[in-house]
T-cell receptor, first 115, second 111 residues
Framework: QQQVKQSPQSLIVQKGGISIINCAYE??????FPWYQQFPGKGPALLIA?????SEKKEGRFTISFNKSAKQFSLHIMDSQPGDSATYFC??????????????FGQGTILTVHP | SAVISQKPSRDICQRGTSLTIQCQVD?????MFWYRQQPGQSLTLIAT?????????ESGFVIDKFPISRPNLTFSTLTVSNMSPEDSSIYLC????????FGSGTQLSVL
């Protein structure tokens, strides 16, 4: 009920291409869906987050698409750059209240962008 | 956003010993959390560090193994007790403001 499933496990993209990472969740009570980027030796850094009242959110080259009925959301990285090479995690949580911050993470996607 | 400092950044410890990890935040925050990231794996929530009261542990984690202190709104510690090689992980402190932020983590290796 609490799982978040992420795919693919790894992804190789050419510079300038589009990277797409997908996540599916089970708990329909989740209402906060962030994406984190993690470089080796660093903690996860918040990239972008969405709540279920919108179907898409864009910040720069990063876009989240959200499909509430399918219980799926995805991260699109446009014009991918070698500096985007990192591990990406999707997550889900309740928004607000004492449970906000208790993130359930996906398994992670290792993104490699070739120059 | 909050600036989160964790100490130590890494350590190598012997089996059976304990290590205390510190998390310092540059502002007062209500909610602080501790996560574990096992090698090559995702992040799992260990517990919520409650200021002035006992921590709230997630399923699979117990206070005797992972005692947590939260003496004020800017500081918390996590102790990994009686360590075994299976405890080798990255331990991360997280704080909740409007958004959720992570420290850089403590990489622990247990021999």
């Amino acid at each position: 009920q609490q799982q978040v499933k992420q795919s693919p496990q790894s992804l190789i993209v050419q510079k300038g291409g589009i990277s797409i990472i997908n996540c599916a969740y089970e708990n329909t009570a989740f209402d906060y869906f962030p994406w984190y980027q993690q470089f080796p030796g660093k903690g996860p850094a918040l990239l972008i987050a969405i709540r279920p009242d919108v179907s898409e959110k864009k910040e720069g080259r990063f876009t989240i698409s959200f499909n509430k009925s399918a219980k799926q959301f995805s991260l699109h990285i446009m014009d991918s750059q070698p500096g985007d090479s990192a591990t990406y995690f999707c997550a889900a949580s309740y928004y607000g209240g004492t449970s906000y911050g208790k993130l359930t993470f996906g398994q992670g996607t290792i993104l490699t962008v070739h120059p | 956003s909050a600036v989160i400092s964790q100490k130590p950044s890494r350590d190598i410890c012997q089996r059976g010993t304990s290590l205390t990890i510190q998390c310092q935040v540059d502002s007062q925050v209500t909610m602080m959390f501790w996560y574990r990231q096992q090698p090559g794996q995702s992040l799992t929530l260990i517990a919520t560090a409650n200021q002035g009261s006992e921590a709230t542990y997630e399923s699979g984690f117990v206070i005797d193994k992972f005692p947590i202190s939260r003496p004020n709104l800017t500081f918390s510690t996590l102790t990994v007790s009686n360590m075994s090689p299976e405890d080798s992980s990255i331990y991360l402190c997280s704080v909740r403001e409007e958004k959720l932020f992570f420290g850089s983590g403590t990489q622990l290796s247990v021999l």
